[in-house]
């Protein structure tokens, strides 16, 4: 894979991952505008806002990385490990290019 590809590939994904996280967001509003009207209900709707926001929470988490492998392309510093600084194995690359640690530093 070259670099090119791997940036089209995480742009790719993070459009994707944004989409979801304004459905998710919108989901969740709406949600909220229903007015519950039993103390049960209102827990119910409660615990789904939780795992909604959840949710949203890994997509942003999985966004931020995204945003940073691209970064990282910009700068020259892709495929490096941020631990001990040396080149990600490709392996590891292929799997999730935005990959921040080594095979070594991962274990
Ligand atoms: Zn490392």
Sequence with gaps: MNLEEIKSKLS???????????????????????????????????????EMHLEEEALNERIKKIEKALEKIKNGTYGLCEKCGKKIEDVRLKIDPAVEICRKCSI
């Design 12 to 50: 790719r994904e993070r459009e994707e991952l944004i989409s979801l996280l304004e459905i998710s967001h919108q989901e969740r509003m709406e949600s909220i505008k229903d007015y519950a009207s039993t103390p049960d209900e209102l827990a119910d709707k409660y615990e789904t806002k939780q």
